[in-house]
């Protein structure tokens, strides 16, 4: 994939010229009236959340565990609504969506797990309209999403969650040069025939390379390998999701859902975080240790890549 210079991107995005550049020509590939205009005005707010995006990961990386998830939070925050302004020129549309769209229970109980509390989805707010405008997803059937799940949707967590005898939402995929073998398993998995398979493929624009077998061509981007396929940064390898179910989930959403609720839980259930960090290290001390890692290096990369590739979208546009 094309990734290597995601990082080189955002940091050419720091130039004024070429943001204003990158929403203009956006805005005007979107029809939006007064494009020019409009990216002027939207230029401060862009570069303002990039550079308090990058900032707020720069200190949460090597800040302490028990703080870590509120600035990795604040900094997926503002990555988020940078994205949405190349496409929504009057982001924020309206004071319910600064709210951040998901809600969780005040208090956890002594017996309490990570892995199997669950957070509500609201009809309005960052979450849901980041996941529609940007991740393209749909979330009016979806009333709330568990910590396991989205755990199971972190590709990189895959061999922990081996290790853990957890239940494993992915599937490895076998990669053969520009090839991807998808395991023949899948559609019995999703309940679907041969041919509805290769139609959902075909929906999430991956290119079936056989007649025969389920190969597909390697995306060019880690943007186009958030759901249902994805692509270890850690391993360098490719899984797809094994159930119908969570296809509405991209990663970028399993990565907001995960930091929401631990950031949440860091402010205040201060009392269980410190006992967890501290005491009693659980079986989910692992995986939410390894995903703090994780998220730092992979949500700016999966927001770069989705960047950068609605800048080659402007230019095949013209």
Not at 21 to 32: P, R
Not at 189 to 209: D, I, V
Not at 281 to 306: A, M, N, Q, W
Request: hydrophobic fraction near 35%.
């Amino acid at each position: 994939m094309k990734d290597e210079n995601v990082s080189t991107f955002l940091t050419y995005l720091e130039a004024e010229d070429a943001a204003l550049s990158l929403l203009q020509k956006n805005y005007q590939q979107l029809a939006v009236p007064d494009a020019e205009s409009r990216s002027y005005q939207n230029i401060s707010a862009f570069l303002a959340y990039m550079d308090h995006g990058k900032a707020y990961y720069s200190y949460g990386k090597d800040a302490p565990l028990f703080m870590k998830p509120v600035l990795l939070f604040y900094g997926m925050t503002h990555f988020m609504k940078a994205s949405l302004l190349l496409t929504r020129p009057a982001y924020p549309e309206s004071t319910a969506d600064l709210a951040h769209g998901l809600s969780t229970r005040k208090r956890k109980k002594r017996d309490y797990h990570f892995s199997l509390d669950e957070v509500l989805v609201q009809q309005r707010g960052l979450f849901p309209y980041f996941s529609r405008y940007v991740c393209q997803k749909d979330l009016l059937s979806i009333q709330k999403l568990s910590m396991g799940d989205m755990l199971g949707l972190i590709p990189e967590l895959q061999g922990l969650l081996l290790m853990q005898e957890e239940k494993q939402h992915l599937s490895l995929a076998e990669q053969q040069q520009n090839t991807i073998y998808l395991p023949s398993s899948l559609p019995d998995n999703f309940q679907y025939t041969q041919r509805r398979f290769r139609e959902l493929l075909h929906s999430f624009s991956l290119k079936l390379t056989s007649n025969e077998q389920l190969a597909i061509e390697t995306p060019d981007t880690i943007w186009q390998t958030a759901g249902p396929l994805f692509y270890s940064t850690t391993e360098k390898n490719f899984h797809f999701l094994k159930q119908r179910s969570l296809t509405a989930i991209h990663e970028c959403m399993a990565h907001y859902v995960l930091l929401y609720n631990l950031s949440m839980i860091c402010r205040y259930e201060t009392e269980w975080w410190t006992d967890f960090l501290h005491v009693s290290k659980r079986h989910d001390y692992p995986l939410i240790v390894r995903f703090l890692e994780i998220t730092c290096e992979k949500f700016p990369l999966l927001i770069g890549s989705y960047m950068q590739q609605r800048l080659l979208d402007t230019k095949k546009a013209r």
